[in-house]
C-alpha cells in the first residue's frame, strides 16, 4: 500500500459535560485552549444562562431547575450521552457538584465519587466520618429546633458553633455564648440561602485557636500542600476579614497541619483536584472546620498563584483534560522563588437599614483595591460574605508586613452611605 493509499485516522475528540457556570472564570475557554478540538455541553441552573450566552461553542445547553431531582438529571445526562458520548466529566466550583457525581457514576465516567460530595457538602455527616476513621472527634450534633440547640449547649457546654449543615461563604454562622442567643442563632442557620440545598442545622464544637486554610491538590489519591492561609475571622459570626499566605507558621504546626488535612482528605475519600479545607491550631493540635473540592474563595486562589506560581485554576482545567499536574506543582513550589507574602482584607457594610452610595473620592485610585458592593445596594438583608462592601490586596516580604499594607488601603477610603432611620413611636 502507498503512501497515497493509507486511511489516516483521527484521535476522537473529547467531549466534556460540564455542571453549572461561573461568569468570571471561563472554564470552557481554558480547555478549549489545551484541546482546540474539544466539544462542550453543559447542565446548569437557570440562572446561569446569561453567564454562557455569549459561548457560541456549547454543543448543548440544559438550564434545570435548582431543585430538580438527581434523577432527573441523570435522565437529561443520558440523553445527552446517547447523542453524542460523553468522554469527561467537569464540576469546577462548588453547586451541582452533587449532580456531577451522580451523572458521572451513571455514565462510568471519572468524578468524584457521589458519596465523597456527600460527606464534603454535609457537615454533619462529615463530622461523622472523621470520628469512625479516628481523625477527629468534634462533638456535633443535627438540631431540628432550639430545645435541640439548648441540650447541646448543656452537654457540649458554651460557645458552640451553629450552623446550616450545608454551606458556604459563611451563610447563617453564628457563635453562641449563651442559652438567650439559641433562638436567634438557629432561626438564623435555618434560613434559606442563595444556591444553597437546606439540609437543616447543625451545632458543634467550637475550637479555640489560630484559623487557617489549606490550599491543596489532589491526583491520584496523593495530596500536596499549595499554601497555607492564615484567617482572620469576625468573632460573631466566623465572616472571614482577611486572609494572608504563606501563613506565619513554624515548621512543626505547618507539617502538623499538612498531616491532618491529608487524613481528612483520605476519611473523605478524595482522590484528585483542588481542596480547600479549613483548619484551627488548638491547643491540642489541627481540628478541621470544613473543606471543599474546590479552589479558595475570596481570591485566595490569587493569592495563592501570586505567592507561589502555582496557577491552580489551569491546573485544575489541565488535570480535568488527562494531564497529570502534580509534577508541575511540586517543580514551582520547590523551585527557589523569592519570599513573597500575599494578603486581602474586606471591610464590611454597616447593619443598618440603608443604602451603600459609593466611595467618597470616586472610583478608587490603588488598582488593589476593589469596590464589592453597587452604588445603589441596599443594605438590609446582606449576610455573610455578600456583606462586604470592600477589599484591598498587598503584597510584601512577610505576612505582617502584607496583612499591614492591606488594611492601609482600607483605612485610607471613605465609604458612604445612606443610612434609613428606623420608626419611632410619637406622642
Known sequence: ????????????????????????????????EIDPKARFSVICRPRHLAALAADEGLQRVLAVRQDASLEEVVALARTVHALDPVTRITAFWEQDQDRAAA???????????????????????????LRE?????????????????????????????????????????????????????????????PGITRLGVLAEQFHSGDQ????????????????????????????????VLPAPLDPADRAAIADHVARVLDALGVEFGPTHTEVVLTADGPRVIETHL???????FCLTEDATGVDM?????RQASGE??????????EAGREPR??????????????????????????????????PGSRLTGLAGSFARAVRARASAPTAEEAVTAARAKLDALSLVFHVTPPERDYV
Not at 450552623?163 to 453564628?174: D, E, H, I, L, Q
Not at 499554601?227 to 482572620?232: C, E, G, Q
Open 294 to 300: 474546590r479552589v479558595g474563595g475570596d481570591e485566595i
Open 324 to 333: 497529570k499536574v502534580l509534577p508541575g506543582i511540586r517543580a514551582t513550589l
Open 341 to 374: 507574602c500575599e494578603a486581602i482584607w474586606y471591610r464590611t457594610a454597616p447593619e443598618v437599614t440603608g443604602t451603600f452610595m459609593g466611595l467618597a473620592d470616586g472610583e478608587p485610585q490603588d488598582p488593589g483595591v476593589t469596590v464589592l458592593l453597587a
Open 1 to 32: 500500500m502507498s503512501a497515497h493509499d493509507q486511511v489516516s485516522v483521527s484521535e476522537p475528540s473529547e467531549h466534556y459535560l460540564m455542571f453549572a457556570a461561573s461568569p468570571r472564570l471561563d472554564y470552557a475557554a481554558r480547555l478549549r
Open 212 to 243: 487557617y486554610s489549606v490550599e491543596g491538590f489532589s491526583e491520584a489519591g496523593e495530596h500536596v500542600v499549595v499554601a497555607v492561609t492564615r484567617k482572620y475571622s469576625d468573632p460573631r459570626n466566623m465572616v472571614e476579614l482577611g486572609h
Open 103 to 129: 451523572v458521572g457514576e451513571e455514565l462510568g465516567v471519572a468524578t468524584h465519587r457521589p458519596e465523597t460530595v456527600r460527606l464534603v457538602q454535609d457537615k454533619g455527616l462529615m463530622r461523622e466520618r
Open 313 to 317: 485554576i489551569d491546573c485544575q482545567a
Open 133 to 193: 476513621a479516628g481523625v477527629e472527634d468534634t462533638t456535633a450534633a443535627r438540631a431540628f429546633g432550639e430545645d435541640d440547640l439548648l441540650a447541646f449547649g448543656e452537654r457540649a457546654g458554651y460557645p458552640f458553633i451553629v450552623k446550616p449543615t450545608a454551606g458556604t461563604a459563611s451563610f447563617g454562622v453564628t457563635l453562641v455564648h449563651t442559652p438567650e442567643e439559641v433562638a436567634e442563632a438557629f432561626r438564623t442557620a435555618a434560613g434559606d440561602f
